[in-house]
């Protein structure tokens, strides 16, 4: 497998740049991205249930 690209952004928006590295936070995500932490954060799945891992 090969990464071809990594990206994130800080806020929820259609488009996340493209990042030169990324670090990742062990049962978080992406550091920095809007949708890091332990519970969903798409807004669609927040309305259905927020403690969603």
């Not at 071809?4 to 806020?11: E, F, I, P, Q, R």
């Not at 030169?20 to 798409?42: C, N, Q, R, S």
């Amino acid at each position: 497998m090969k990464v071809l690209a990594v990206s994130k952004s800080g806020t929820h928006s259609f488009q996340k740049k493209n990042q030169k590295e990324i670090f990742l936070l062990e049962g978080l995500g992406v550091e920095g991205d809007a949708h890091m932490g332990k519970t969903v954060k798409h807004r669609s799945r927040v309305a259905k249930d927020p403690s969603q891992p």
